[in-house]
Each structure stands twice: as C-alpha cells, then as structure tokens.
C-alpha cells in the first residue's frame, strides 16, 4: 500500500482551469483505475490558492499506471497553473488497514 500527500499552491487567475483538470484527474482515478484506492483533492481553510491530494493506491505498479492514464495527462497539460512545483510526500498507511478500508468494496 503507498498514499501520497501532495501539496500544491496555484496562481489564482488559473483556479478555473485548475480544479477542472485535478477533478478529472481525481475522478477518473477513483473510477477507472482498480489500484486507486482514494483521490481526494482539498483545500485550505487558511489559503485558497494552496491545495492538497491525498492520494492511495495499492502499490507502486498501480502508481505507475494512474501516470499512463488518459486522465493524469489532463492533469499533467495544467501543470502551468501551478505557482511553484509540487510538494510529495510518500506514506504508508498504518490505521486503517487495507483490509479494514482500502480495499474496494
């Protein structure tokens, strides 16, 4: 099991088109990618151009597969709105265990 929590800050006058391609990203990885078990996107309560992915998939190969989805290249032609790169953090999840949670029902 590998989550990923991403931190991102975007440029404000591109928020449209950032949250249009993280939800189809989000969206698509939930749906269509058996080995992602959790996309969610949020955002801060503090600073609305600061948003973070907390993101779990069910091991490294399914990583690699949610990066040669049609939806990820969504994701990926926005990168621009971005102010900064990207902030990732690899984790492993303890609490709940996979087979208590993660797993797809």
């Known amino acids: 099991m590998l989550a990923l929590w991403v931190k991102v ?9 950032f949250l249009n391609a993280i939800e189809a990203d989000a969206l698509g990885s939930e749906r269509d990618e058996p080995g992602c078990l959790r996309f969610n996107v949020l955002r801060d309560q503090q600073d609305q151009n600061v948003y973070y992915f907390f993101e779990v998939y069910r ?22 709105t971005l102010d900064g790169p990207a902030e990732a953090t690899r984790c492993q999840p ?5 087979s208590q949670y993660w797993e797809k029902r």
């Not at 091991?59 to 621009?80: F, G, K, M």
Request: hydrophobic share 45%; proline share 8%; aromatic share 8%.
């Open 9 to 17: 800050r975007i440029k404000p006058e591109d928020r449209e088109r």
């Open 59 to 80: 091991d490294e190969a399914a990583l690699e597969a949610h990066r040669a989805a049609p939806h990820y290249a969504v994701w990926r032609a926005a990168a621009d």
């Open 94 to 98: 303890i609490f709940p265990s996979a």
